[in-house]
């Protein structure tokens, strides 16, 4: 299950890592999902030894490999050795497909509502995580579901919670499904107006 998973290095706790086994678990046979954030592979073999056991399943890591500056105190990797590490962790996943780039950059590579699944754990700053966001979210189908690391550090609780108000959390995995938006009733047009302009003329 997550056996392989715990011997790379990274920030994901045990049960973290099998949160996230457990989702990828429930990921349909022909599903799409995205992790933007996978440094060394901790996260994304757990999620990988799920995936591996369904059918036509397209798994997208996301990462520039140069590190997060506000987990390595301000260090950037300027050469290849995370990616190399990273490739030698999840070169046995085939369906598994690696974009080296800014999470903005792949974020165009995807259309609306065509995935199941996204995990967030790139850049921890208040700005990034909201980006994050904002930018993964539309891409969700509508049941899809939207998860990210590291709810507790304070600049992504403070991003999270103005974005969505309350969410669920597993340890420091925050996660919530995209729901359709029912349509608003509309009540007859005279009506509404009179409603108005009633409302216009209380004094609160
Ligand atoms: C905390 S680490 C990810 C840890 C990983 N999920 C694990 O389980 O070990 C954050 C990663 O996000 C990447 N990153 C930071 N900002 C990014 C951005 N804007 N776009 C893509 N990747 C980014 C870094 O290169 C780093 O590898």
Redesign the pocket.
Known sequence: MIER?KK?????SEA??LFLYTIASSIPDQGKAV??????????V?ICEALKQKSGINFFA????????E??DGFK?ENDE?YKE?QENTSEYHFLNTIR??????SNQFDEQSLDWV?I????SYD?VC??VRLWFPKLKYGGLLSG??YGKVAVTRAINTLFGRVSVWDSIWYLRRVQQAPRHRLFPAIEVAIRRSLLQQKF
Not at 35 to 44: A, C
């Open positions: 998973a790379i290095s990274g920030w994901m973290e890592l992790e933007i954030g996978s440094w060394k592979g901790r996260s994304t757990a996301v990462d520039t490999f140069k590190g997060d500056p987990i390595l990797i995370v990273f780039a800014t999470s903005t950059e792949a995990f754990d790139a850049d921890h990034s980006n994050d690391h590291d």
